[in-house]
């Protein structure tokens, strides 16, 4: 365990001349185009893995249009979804990237695009070709694919997600007690990204308890509010639905809401517990509520709409985080491109009522503050946070983080010995790590504030967490390029923060990597995840498919490796979620 020494400060409070640092640190940074290999930090970019797949037909070609076979047509698109999608748009509009229509790549010319996809560009482009990532012949592909108009892939409506349903064990069939002795509020759901399954992991005795097929590449899990249903989806757009109570766990219903997807989540408020379910996609873009008991598709809803600032159309905005509100009937749920938050009464939905509140671009992930009232999410292409308040139906607040991409998960909610109640966030883009007040009762002139910004181990962090039996706050780096600092993770001691805004709390480096004792790949660390007590801290220890991974246990008090987990079923593990501490929205 190696202690670092606290960095001079450089607190994002009040400073030009650090909003000067700032400012310059990425426009140097991109002063050289963006490398995108096809490790765990390409996987960042969206990229729509299961629509590459799709079979498409190749446009009817005029005198103009550039020569391609219908086999090129095909490995185009399937280049253009794992790679270009997720920032051109599936409809080549453009999204953070800019529009590739035929109308602007033929203005633009075939030798023009085709040194652009070689060479990148500063504002973002990759360098496919010099990078390695694409050969010569599908950089001169590519540039000719993009010249002509492209696919529209299928859409998935009731019909498809019907036809997709199976209920395989009906809900009189199921257990009507618990028929099996394992700790479920402590039990852990892991993704097993590439294996496309979840282990289900003891929190006691580091037991797994069952491993179970799921859909490609497992986004995240959600818990149901009584704590028996564990919802899982995967990049595929398949939700599994899995009984805890059987005395082996296993699905009980799936379905298939989409092409493309990454959110799910259930009906928390009083009355309507395990009543409903939701998932959102990306492709196409919609959300749909379920039964919460059977995955019956009840009401879909489109999420194309108008940008909310610009109030032009988009034709493909992307749902992100979907929360379920404890304060009212309603979910709450991101849309990406249009910058809205919609907060969607599942009370009626057939008489279906939604509050649209203008946010920001382009919304990702989020989490509640301590007291579950207010919820805040990262708009990060525009590093800023949104603030809502799911009691209000209300924008409290968009509040710069002063960091580049804020990253938070969920985030992490603690009580700063001198600012009260913060929640926190940690940066893709940057080492740094933001405190926004939370109270506005108690500490009003900190309330959606950046009440402190510090310094972790290094940019490239996804995640932070904590727990209120822990006095520990951890970030991660898994996409930072220096692999000693993706392997490690950083530890602040809060109740030693103070308020100086001169002195960096000093944090405590743990070599998870290291502990993990893993020969072969570079391992990534990701995703701090507590036990139900907030006693022990997990850590994915993520590696290639083909090389070993491991989970490492290490204990909140001492800072000591616990355990370390091993099993040739662990293939890429990446997100944990206990089930307490999901359920009840505790981080
Ligand atoms: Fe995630 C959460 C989307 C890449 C692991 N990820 C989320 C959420 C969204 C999202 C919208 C919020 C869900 C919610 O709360 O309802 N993630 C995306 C992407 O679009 C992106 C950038 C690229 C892609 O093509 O998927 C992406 N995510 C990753 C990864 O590369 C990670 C590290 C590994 C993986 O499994 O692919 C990853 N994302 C996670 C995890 C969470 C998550 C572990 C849940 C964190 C939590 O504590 O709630």
Redesign the pocket.
């Known amino acids: 365990m190696t202690i670092r020494a606290p960095h001079a400060r450089r607190t994002l409070l009040g400073s030009a001349a650090l909003a000067l640092a700032v400012l310059a640190g990425p426009a140097l940074a991109q002063e050289k185009p963006k490398e995108h290999g096809d490790g765990?930090a390409a996987?960042?970019?969206?990229?729509?893995?299961t629509l590459a797949e799709i079979q498409v037909e190749i446009p009817g070609l005029g005198p103009d249009d550039p020569v391609m076979t219908q086999e090129e047509f095909q490995r185009g698109t399937e280049i253009y979804f794992q790679r270009c999608a997720?920032c051109h748009g599936v409809l080549r509009k453009g999204a953070t990237g800019k529009p590739l229509t035929p109308d602007v790549t033929r203005e633009n010319g075939f030798d023009y695009i085709k040194s652009f996809i070689t060479y990148g560009s500063p504002a973002g482009m990759p360098n496919w070709g010099t990078s390695g990532d694409l050969t010569e012949a599908d950089v001169d592909l590519m540039a000719r694919y993009v010249l002509l108009d492209p696919p529209q892939p299928p859409e998935w409506g009731m019909p498809e997600m019907m036809n997709s349903w199976k209920v395989l064990v009906k809900p009189e069939d199921r257990p009507k007690e618990k028929m099996n002795d394992i700790d479920i509020e402590n039990l852990m759901s892991v993704?097993l990204?590439d294996a496309g399954q979840i282990a289900l992991i003891d929190g006691g005795t580091y037991e797994i308890k069952a491993v179970i097929d799921t859909g490609y590449?497992?986004?995240?899990s959600?818990i149901s509010a009584s704590g028996r249903y564990l919802f899982v989806i995967g990049?595929d757009g398949l939700v599994n639905m899995i009984d805890l109570w059987m005395e082996s766990p296993a699905t009980v219903a799936s379905i298939k809401i989409g092409i493309?997807a990454?959110?799910?989540?259930t009906s928390k408020f009083e009355g309507f517990e395990d009543k409903l379910a939701i998932a959102?996609a990306?492709w196409p873009p919609q959300f749909v509520i379920m039964d919460g008991d059977t995955l019956e598709p009840k009401k879909i809803v489109s999420t194309r709409g108008m940008i909310y600032d610009e109030q032009v159309y988009h034709p493909e905005p992307?749902?992100?985080?979907?929360?379920a509100s404890h304060y009212r009937p309603e979910f709450i749920v991101?849309v990406?491109e249009t910058g809205k938050i919609m907060f969607v009464d599942y009370t009626d939905l057939k008489n279906l009522k939604m509050t649209e509140i203008e946010a920001e671009r382009f919304l990702?992930?989020?989490?509640f503050d301590s007291t579950k009232r207010y919820f805040l999410v990262a708009a990060n292409a525009r590093g800023k946070i949104a603030v809502v308040d799911t009691k209000e139906d209300k924008l409290t607040a968009l509040i710069e983080t002063g960091g580049q991409t804020p990253h938070p998960?969920?985030g992490a909610n603690f009580t700063h010995p001198v600012y009260g109640p913060v929640w926190s966030t940690s940066h893709l883009g940057d080492e740094s790590v933001a405190l926004i007040g939370t109270d506005p009762e108690g500490h009003p002139d900190q309330a959606w504030k950046i009440v402190d910004s510090f310094y972790a181990l290094g940019g490239g962090s996804?995640?932070i967490?904590t727990h209120p039996n822990s006095t520990h706050l951890y970030v991660d780096a898994?996409?930072n390029p220096d692999s000693e600092i993706s392997a490690s993770v950083a530890v602040f001691d809060i109740t030693a923060m103070g308020g100086d805004p001169n002195v960096d709390p000093e944090f405590t480096t743990l070599p998870i990597g290291e502990w993990a004792g893993i020969p072969e790949g570079q391992p990534r660390v990701?995703?701090p995840?507590f036990n139900k007590e907030g006693t022990e801290v997990w850590f994915s220890v993520?590696n290639a498919k083909d090389k070993e991974s491991a989970i490492v246990v290490v204990d909140d008090k001492t800072l000591e490796l616990k355990t370390v987990i091993k099993d040739p079923r662990l293939i890429?593990p990446?997100?944990?979620?206990n089930v307490l501490n999901?359920r009840n929205d505790v981080?």
């Open positions: 765990p996987a960042y970019e969206p990229s729509m893995t997720g993704t990204r590449a497992v986004h995240i959600r990049r493309e990454r959110s799910v989540e959102g990306y992307r749902v992100a985080s979907i929360l991101n990406k990702h992930d989020g989490g998960g969920r996804l995640f967490k898994p996409l990701v995703q995840e993520w890429t990446t997100g944990k979620f999901t981080y």
